[in-house]
T-cell receptor, first 112, second 114 residues
Framework: IAGITQAPTSQILAAGRRMTLRCTQDMRHNAMYWYRQDLGLGLRLIHYSNTAGTTGKGEVPDGYSVSRANTDDFPLTLASAVPSQTSVYFC???????????FGQGTRLTVV | AQSVTQLDSQVPVFEEAPVELRCNYSSSVSVYLFWYVQYPNQGLQLLLKYLSGSTLVKGINGFEAEFNKSQTSFHLRKPSVHISDTAEYFCAVRNPTGRRALTFGSGTRLQVQP
């Protein structure tokens, strides 16, 4: 089934550790996004990529980095995790940057 | 910059009653508007979208929304809700130019009671 795959589904991480959240899509969408979801705040954009080889910062980029080496993959890295990065992380993609986004199932990350 | 306000954090309603979930946005340019639904422990699923044309937009599961440019609103409605409609609903806007990523509201929890 075509779509977006995120891994892991959930993770408990010690503060200070490095972590990469994986995101792969098989729809050949040009644009990809990372959001974090926190209670009462909705979804906030961390980083985005309008096409392979380019990335940009969203609303809350501090402490996170991304890369887009090819069309399908868009990993999100936490270089040194802190408890405030405890959240549910969603990867999304869209055909172009002006069409609707399709979402993965999310990664629940707890930093302790 | 654009922003989205969902005025109600929770909306309790009885089964088969009508419901309206409110969404207001602010933007200095024209925007595209979306409603997404999130069932427990799942990702977001598109309910409906407004890009241009008719201001009344019909979506999946019997939902519809009306774009009101003068009031900068995009309220979601359903004439008769079911227990299965219990979920979190998010309004989102997208700028057709510039960065163009979705900007989300804080969400409205719809709780349908028997």
């Amino acid at each position: 089934i075509a779509g977006i795959t995120q891994a892991p589904t959930s993770q408990i991480l010690a503060a200070g550790r490095r972590m990469t959240l994986r995101c792969t899509q098989d729809m050949r969408h040009n644009a990809m996004y990372w959001y974090r979801q926190d209670l009462g705040l909705g979804l906030r954009l961390i980083h985005y990529s309008n096409t392979a080889g380019t990335t940009g910062k969203g609303e809350v980029p501090d402490g996170y980095s991304v890369s887009r080496a090819n069309t399908d993959d868009f990993p999100l890295t936490l270089a040194s995790a802190v408890p405030s990065q405890t959240s549910v992380y969603f990867c999304a993609s869209s055909v172009r940057e002006d069409t609707e986004a399709f979402f993965g199932q999310g990664t629940r990350l707890t930093v302790v | 910059a654009q922003s989205v306000t969902q005025l109600d954090s929770q909306v309790p309603v009885f089964e088969e009653a009508p419901v309206e979930l409110r969404c207001n946005y602010s933007s200095s340019v024209s925007v595209y508007l979306f409603w997404y639904v999130q069932y427990p422990n799942q990702g977001l699923q598109l309910l409906l979208k407004y890009l241009s044309g008719s201001t009344l937009v019909k979506g999946i599961n019997g939902f519809e929304a009306e774009f009101n440019k003068s009031q900068t609103s995009f309220h979601l409605r359903k004439p008769s809700v079911h227990i299965s409609d219990t979920a979190e609903y998010f309004c989102a806007v997208r700028n057709p130019t510039g960065r163009r990523a979705l900007t989300f509201g804080s969400g409205t929890r719809l709780q349908v009671q028997p």
